[in-house]
């Protein structure tokens, strides 16, 4: 046999044994995206063999590596991080902490496994596992009693707040997939009420905010004239709605009560945080150990696990210049989803990661969602999808 004929061979050969890395690649990642909302650990374990797989097909063939500009970002923030956990009063606690940036290497294997023609496959994966997430928790509020702030429904998983943030990104989703999907559009309508409902009972008014932002950005980018549907669903929401839920949302205007007046508090805890440490911040996983050294008197609870706002987390935990880069991942994010929102002619995706950023950004000025390792891997693969045209075309011209 020539060299060049062996080299064919060898060529030929090379994608059938990299092709179930492919497979199970995909599958790991759909098991991801399905897992999340009923267990942290099976996501994470399927997350593992997912990256495996990853890993080894860029050894098998070579590959070059592939990312959205907005990973770029989110490395330099990695490798911020870092360097403040290093400079923390307890390293061994603040890089126990950082394992969560392993989470972040989603993007890249999401890009390289999903293609476009499976990307709504995915997302329909992750409505279908909701609606079953979000029927349990109704479940759990009218039947077995998960219904007072003490005991809220929380799904299968291990926090309120984890399971109202999750139902939220889907919910982005779902309005997206009606309004600018081309197929599979029933469906998506059918959950959304379920959704919606979920969300509400769980008291969660940040998850809720955000819900609504979502709704209303989707809206107007469908047709500015359908968000005369907000004070209708408003209304339908006052007259149906349990009287403690009404009373829990009509609280965030209320100064007196107890919850508002405390995250106000933790904004000016931050702000003493940042003006201590403002290059490296305290460090990561420090915020609860320190909260004592910075709490004012205005402070209701006496330590809390963080302060409730991704900005000033962000900045009091790992210092100024880490909140710059993020703040570089979230433009670059949004300019390129709009771009492909404005110029593509299948709208849903980048419809959808839009929503689910702005529903993100929202949340997350009442609540550290972007810390939340569930909440955290689902958005980072709704937020990747729309750009696997790029991967997909990339590897056509290959071949």
């Not at 998506?188 to 009972?201: D, M, Q, R």
């Not at 201590?276 to 809390?304: F, H, I, K, Q, S």
């Not at 939340?372 to 958005?379: K, N, T, V, Y």
């Amino acid at each position: 046999m020539t060299p060049v004929t062996n080299a064919i061979a060898l060529d030929a050969r090379e994608p059938l044994r990299a092709e179930p890395l492919e497979t199970a690649g995909l599958a790991a990642l759909i098991g991801v995206a399905g897992a999340l909302q009923f267990s942290i650990a099976a996501a994470q374990i399927l997350l593992a063999i997912g990256l495996v797989c990853w890993l080894l097909l860029l050894v098998v063939r070579r590959e070059r590596f592939g990312a959205p500009h907005f990973f770029w970002p989110l490395l330099a923030y990695a490798g911020i991080t870092l360097v403040s956990a290093l400079l923390s009063t307890d390293v061994r606690a603040s890089l126990l902490d950082c394992k969560q940036l392993v989470l972040l290497l989603i993007v890249p294997a999401t890009y390289r496994f999903v293609s476009r023609p499976r990307a709504p496959m995915l997302m329909t994966v992750i409505l279908t596992c909701a609606a079953v997430s979000a029927a349990y928790g109704i479940v759990q509020y009218g039947i077995l009693h998960y219904d007072f702030l003490g005991h809220r429904p929380q799904g299968t998983l291990g926090h309120y707040m984890t399971y109202s943030g999750l139902l939220m990104l889907v919910i982005a989703i779902a309005i997206a997939r009606v309004l600018f999907g081309r197929g599979e559009r029933t469906w998506a309508a059918l959950v959304i009420p379920a959704l919606t409902v979920a969300v509400t009972l769980t008291f969660s008014r940040s998850a809720t905010v955000g819900m609504c932002v979502a709704a209303a950005l989707l809206f107007s980018l469908k047709d500015f004239r359908l968000l005369a549907i907000a004070p209708i669903a408003a209304a339908i929401f006052f007259a149906l709605a349990p009287g403690q839920i009404t009373q829990r949302f009509v609280s965030m205007f209320d100064t007196k009560d107890p919850t508002r007046r405390d995250r106000v508090a933790m904004l000016w805890e931050g702000e003493r945080m940042i003006l201590a440490n403002p290059l490296t911040g305290v460090g990561p996983n420090m915020v609860e150990r320190r909260y004592a050294e910075y709490r004012g008197p205005d402070a209701v609870n006496e330590v809390n696990p963080h302060l409730h706002n991704v900005p000033i987390q962000i900045a009091a935990e790992r210092g100024l210049p880490a909140l710059a880069i993020w703040l570089w991942f979230i433009v670059t994010l949004l300019r390129d989803l709009w771009r492909r929102f404005k110029d593509g002619t299948d709208r849903f995706l980048p419809a959808a990661a839009l929503a689910a950023t702005t529903a993100m950004l929202t949340a997350g000025l009442f609540e550290y969602n972007f810390g939340d390792s569930e909440f955290l891997m689902l958005f980072l693969i709704i937020v990747t999808l729309p750009f696997t045209v790029e991967r997909t075309g990339s590897l056509k011209s290959e071949v």
